[in-house]
């Protein structure tokens, strides 16, 4: 399968070791923005100019989309939607419906096929709130993420003016999590069950209350959380939160038979070194299925929850049955 990666930030590089370590597998060329002169990647892939890739469709099976769900996907995707079978990490939950139709329409049109929103949170975590919800109907779903480093809320605010560089954990609220552990169902709102941490470095001479004003009222990102703002030096930021690190779990309680009379819980969790590198190697697993329902005749939009597992997965049927059911 012919790949290519489209943007090379923490994504693309986290997209490019897992096709390299994919037998099944071929980066053909990686897509850049910028000066292709100026980049350095991490293997021998070709780093072209982003205004070369429609001269390449027939060299391209599949392209990674690398960008933020805030302002590139939502325009690159049903873009290139219209030359390449694409596959994207779309995390705007809010906006997913309006975004998948924005591709299925280009893809339909161009006879392509677009996976949107893989990854592990929209991804593998809503697979988790699916097969949960599935087998025990009878329950509430509560998820929570961190403490880590989110990616894409750190790219909404690098977007502020006057913002140089910035770094956002989320954190979940230990009671909250213990909470929906217990079995008892609480209700909890958004703000009750995570909170957000923003170190930001300031360009010289910006509002900083105007930069923390724009970060805490930033609908579907922070407006609906307690929010705290610190301002640090590149230096700090660079000493102290340069890692990516992520995780978090998806819970489900309820109850299960003839009357309700027995409680379950089930619980889903990931703790991950490196958050861009988990995801792009959960698109480049999507990547390969995407690749093989285009070639079975299939187009327009799709989600993780439209690819059959075993599509997801090196192995052949035969082997999937004989070592992992």
Wanted: aromatic share 8%.
């Amino acid at each position: 399968m012919k790949i290519a990666i489209a943007g090379y930030g923490n994504l693309g590089r986290g997209v490019e070791a897992a096709v390299t370590n994919a037998p099944d597998m071929e980066l053909v060329a990686i897509f850049t923005r910028r000066d292709p002169a100026s980049v350095t990647v991490a293997t021998d892939t070709p780093v072209l100019a982003w205004a070369e890739m429609a001269s390449l469709t027939d060299q391209i099976d599949v392209m990674v989309l690398c960008g933020g769900s805030a302002t590139d996907l939502p325009k690159q995707t049903p873009e290139l939607a219209k030359l390449f079978t694409v596959v994207d990490s779309f995390d705007t939950h809010v906006n997913i419906p309006t975004h998948f139709a924005n591709v299925d329409a280009a893809a339909r049109e161009a006879g392509t096929l677009g996976v949107i929103s893989c990854g592990w949170d929209p991804g593998l975590f809503s697979l988790a709130r699916l097969y949960a919800s599935a087998v025990m109907p009878d329950g509430a779903d509560y998820t929570f993420w961190g403490r880590g480093v989110s990616q894409g809320h750190s790219d909404a605010i690098r977007r502020i003016p006057g913002v140089a560089d910035a770094r956002q954990y989320t954190v979940p609220v230990e009671a909250a999590v213990e909470a929906a552990r217990s079995g008892e169902n609480p209700e909890l709102t958004t703000r009750e069950k995570h909170t957000r941490e923003c170190y930001v470095v300031a360009e010289e001479g910006a509002d900083l209350a105007a930069i923390e004003q724009a970060i805490v009222t930033m609908p579907n990102y922070f407006s609906d959380y307690d929010t705290t703002v610190t301002f640090v030096s590149q230096e700090e930021l660079d000493a102290n939160h340069a890692g990516l690190p992520h995780g978090g779990s998806v819970i489900r309680s309820g109850r299960t038979g003839l009357n309700g009379e027995f409680g379950d819980t089930i619980e889903f969790s990931l703790a991950l070194d490196s958050n861009p590198y988990f995801t792009g190697s959960v698109l480049a697993s999507v990547a390969r299925a995407a690749y093989r329902m285009h070639q079975d005749g299939q187009v327009g939009a799709r989600t993780m929850f439209d690819i059959p597992p075993a599509l997801l997965s090196q192995l052949s049927a035969e082997e999937l049955r004989a070592h992992l059911m």
